[in-house]
């Protein structure tokens, strides 16, 4: 089986002091404000969090668990905005936007992935912090890794100098689309309206503005020989494009529960072509503007032998 999209581990961070970030609510259209308190809210996060790392298990995903070490961290749940995993060894960790998130880059799940998979370099763009500079990790950038293409909607989570470097490092060639949503809103991260499987893509292609820019996402897509799955902006809005790609005892589709019920027959018939769906609940996370893809940080690294 292709592994080369659908990674077979992932790295999860299991929140302890969950909430909708303020210091994002700015620009991210998706969050909501919870009216529960703030014990209860991060109560049931890490329900659902514990629920939904047993439910990947169980699919025969392995799972790396870390728990949160801050109290100042609320979106510390969402590490695939922070590091990033490829073939051949290397890792990207990446500087972000608002600056309580910066505190959520840890050395420490670092080191425990060298210790078990095969790193050959580490490239660490997070100083650019301090020139205001952000790419928020598989957040800001959809990637390709079959094709290599990195799909960015242009925001202030995606500074298009760092997306340049980190294309020459990683050997991604970049397609930057504008993208709004149904107020005009620039789109804060490219994966809540895509996601890229192996033989399939979710899109909501309505929200790129430009027609000839459309059609050429759309046409690039098509020629990596993946079936196109256009989505909605209400269906966007359910958190239908916020989805990855696994290899479990099957490949397997993980999404929130929420935006498998927004998905249409027709669709799900292409992507259960070749991938299980596996729906997780996580509405409290949600809160927050992420859904499960937003969760998971891939691990695309060669497992070190057992001596």
Not at 160 to 176: A, G, I, Q
Not at 183 to 194: A, S
Not at 231 to 257: C, H, K, P, W, Y
């Amino acid at each position: 089986m292709n592994m080369l999209q659908a990674p077979n581990a992932v790295v999860m961070i299991r929140p302890h002091h969950f909430q909708s970030n303020p210091e994002t609510r700015d620009d991210n259209a998706f969050q909501t404000l919870s009216h529960d308190s703030d014990h209860a809210t991060a109560r049931s996060a890490l329900t659902e969090f514990d629920a939904a790392v047993a439910r990947l298990r169980r699919a025969g995903v392995t799972v790396h668990v870390f728990e949160d070490t801050g109290v100042d961290t609320p979106d510390s749940v969402f590490p695939n905005n922070w590091f990033s995993t490829h073939a051949g060894g290397h890792i990207a960790l990446y500087p972000m936007y608002a600056p309580n998130r910066r505190k959520e880059r840890r050395w420490d799940v670092i080191e425990t992935l060298k210790q078990s998979y095969r790193v050959q370099d580490v490239i660490d763009y997070s100083g650019l912090e301090q020139d205001n500079l952000a790419l928020e990790g598989t957040g800001a950038m959809v990637l390709d890794h079959i094709g290599r293409i990195a799909y960015v909607a242009k925001s202030n989570r995606a500074d298009p100098v760092l997306l340049e470097r980190f294309c020459t490092h990683f050997n991604f060639e970049p397609m930057v689309f504008e993208a709004k949503d149904a107020r005009g809103r620039d789109v804060y991260h490219t994966n809540v309206l895509m996601g890229i499987g192996t033989e399939y893509a979710l899109i909501c292609l309505d929200m790129i503005t430009d027609p000839k820019r459309r059609a050429a996402v759309q046409a690039r897509l098509e020629e990596t020989g993946r079936e196109v799955i256009a989505l909605t902006m209400a269906q966007i809005n359910e958190f239908a494009g916020n989805a990855i790609e696994l290899t479990g005892d099957t490949r397997v589709l993980a999404l929130s529960a929420r935006a498998l019920a927004a998905l249409r027959p027709d669709q799900v018939a292409v992507i259960e072509q070749s991938a299980t769906l596996l729906p997780l609940a996580v509405p409290t996370i949600e809160t927050a503007g992420g859904s499960v893809r937003c969760m998971i940080a891939g691990v695309h690294l060669s497992a070190r032998e057992d001596p």
